[in-house]
């Protein structure tokens, strides 16, 4: 690990200005996957802010009904949450399928949502990944592909986000709250927070330089039957191949996002529609446009059969 500097933020609008005006600022909070690339030298930050000390761990209902959740709230508090677990299933089950317990009690909110790709070649620095190092190329295409996206890739990278709480969230039509240097705040739906990684891998969201996140606001509960399922190579500890977060209305109509197939939370609305005919119908929407390797193709109908069981499943 490289030398780094390091400071503790009094204020959220102090964190985001250092970081600003400081070449190499990374926020630290949890660390959980910050600290491993640091280890490998992925990530070379010359400065660390740690932003644990801003209050901002904390549960809140809103004023139309939804919850306001601070960046700092660790995993396993916000999954445990009462209101969580009576309102927003899909979301505590969706956390419940992540990680380790050990690490849900490190791992924040704001962290989850930024946690960079589990591609083995981004993090093997003896290959080249287009997302690690702009211009060098992506082992991955051509390689061995199984974990890999199906849809929304690009020529320059086909990883995957790991986020399962990001799944659940988009599903929920979620919004992130943000702050800068000089205070001013803005609010950004979670469709728009990830980005695809087109001819720019290297940037993965839409937050600009020095933006800290601040809050997640669920909108107010849509009720229904809520689940999330996540099928993977082992029991634990293991990223998705597939994942599901439903939410089923009694007529039929509902919201799906899935996880491990895209570089994003992968929900496309229109899709939605077919929902009343069951999961085959939904999966030929949302993957309209999949361009699978000969490793991942297999995800396609994995994908349509873990809807239609997570449909079933919600019908129920």
């Not at 996957?33 to 640091?38: E, G």
Request: aromatic share 4%; net charge positive.
């Amino acid at each position: 690990m490289r030398s780094f500097t390091y400071e503790r933020a009094h204020s959220p609008a102090e964190a985001a200005g250092v970081a600003a005006r400081t070449t190499g600022a990374k926020f630290i909070a949890g660390g959980t996957n910050l600290l491993d690339l640091m280890k490998l030298e992925i990530e070379t930050p010359a400065h660390l802010i740690d932003v644990n000390g801003l209050a901002l761990d904390r549960i809140e209902p809103t004023p139309d009904g939804g919850l306001r959740i601070g960046a700092l709230v660790r995993n396993t508090d916000l999954a445990a949450d009462a209101r969580v677990r009576r309102d927003y299933g899909v979301l505590s089950r969706a956390l419940l399928a992540g990680a380790s317990g050990q690490l849900r009690n490190k791992a924040t909110t704001a962290g989850n949502l930024l946690q960079r790709t589990r591609c083995p070649y981004f993090y093997d620095t003896n290959m080249p990944c287009n997302k690690r190092n702009p211009g060098s190329g992506c082992a991955a295409i051509g390689g061995f592909s199984r974990q890999h996206a199906v849809i929304g890739a690009s020529d320059a990278c086909i990883a995957t986000h790991p986020s399962d709480m990001a799944v659940a969230m988009r599903a929920l039509d979620a919004t992130v709250e943000t702050v800068k240097a000089d205070g001013t705040t803005r609010s950004l739906p979670i469709a728009e927070l990830h980005r695809l990684p087109g001819d720019t891998p290297e940037i993965e969201t839409a937050l600009q330089p020095g933006d800290l996140i601040t809050a997640v606001l669920l909108p107010k509960p849509v009720g229904g039957a809520q689940a999330y399922r996540k099928v993977r190579d082992r029991a634990s500890y293991a990223f998705a191949l597939v994942s599901v977060a439903a939410i089923v209305q009694r007529d039929g109509s509902g919201r799906v996002a899935l996880g491990g197939v895209a570089p994003k939370p992968w929900r496309v609305e229109a899709a939605e529609a077919e929902l009343p005919r069951g999961g085959k119908a939904v999966a030929a929407r949302l993957f309209a446009d999949a361009k699978p390797t000969q490793d991942n193709a297999f995800k396609l109908l994995l994908a349509e059969r873990t809807l239609s069981a997570v449909l079933r499943e919600a019908r129920a």
